[in-house]
């Protein structure tokens, strides 16, 4: 699959909440899940936040009942990216996958089918944030060592083409932009290696939206992605 068309949606968009019981979301759309989310983080951004399902009932029902998170997001690994807060969600709600970059390896791959297809999650959210240490480390060619190498090689191939697209960029505007590439190289790297996820998303039964978060300001935008 070369080419996804994705439209942008504003945090701003009107919708109702999900119901707070556990089990509501079998009948939820992706795009009602992803009103939801942009919903919540509304709510945190404005320090308006509800805190939903984070009751002691919700804790055991989910024990007893399992869980029905209704949105998958892989994200970056940094302390400043708790999903939970930043969209105002609850136990059982989110289905987090954690890697420094918000980059794609088996093990994220496998979390997320493991998601979709067996817990039925609709909605998978790759969502990057600004002032990315890992992004960053890879712009200024920083040495790093290790294992860290796993996930700053991944990215590289992102910063690269965002280097090639904006020659005149540097500093921080080189550093937003190669995030933003990241996130679609991430999307692309769940479309191309998992034949589930593509039955998936041509069933319908899913979908994938890339997404920004701002560390200063406490807004997640969507991305709008015309090609992968």
Do not use: W
Request: with cysteine.
């Amino acid at each position: 699959m070369k080419k996804i068309l994705f439209f942008v949606l504003s945090i701003f968009i009107a919708g109702n909440a999900l119901a707070a019981t556990h089990g509501a979301v079998k009948g939820v759309s992706p795009d009602d899940a992803l009103k939801t989310l942009l919903n919540g983080n509304k709510r945190f951004a404005n320090r308006q936040p509800r805190h939903p399902n984070q009751s002691a009932s919700r804790r055991i029902s989910t024990a007893k009942e399992g869980q029905e998170p209704f949105a998958t997001i892989l994200s970056c690994s940094d302390s400043r990216v708790p999903l939970e807060i930043i969209f105002d969600a609850g136990i059982a709600d989110i289905f987090a996958v954690r890697l420094a970059g918000n980059v794609v390896d088996k093990d994220a791959l496998g979390s997320i089918e493991y998601a979709t297809d067996h817990l039925g999650t609709k909605l998978v959210v790759v969502l990057g944030h600004t002032k990315c240490g890992a992004v960053t480390a890879v712009v200024n060619n920083d040495h790093v060592g290790g294992n860290i190498t796993s996930f700053t090689d991944k990215i590289k191939p992102a910063v690269e083409k965002t280097r090639a697209a904006y020659k005149d960029l540097a500093g921080e505007a080189l550093i937003l932009e190669s995030t933003k590439a990241n996130v679609r190289q991430s999307m692309g790297e769940i479309i191309n290696s998992s034949s589930d996820i593509r039955r998936m998303l041509k069933e319908g039964r899913v979908k994938i939206v890339g997404a920004l978060y701002d560390v200063e300001t406490g807004t997640v935008i969507t991305l709008s992605l015309d090609t992968l």
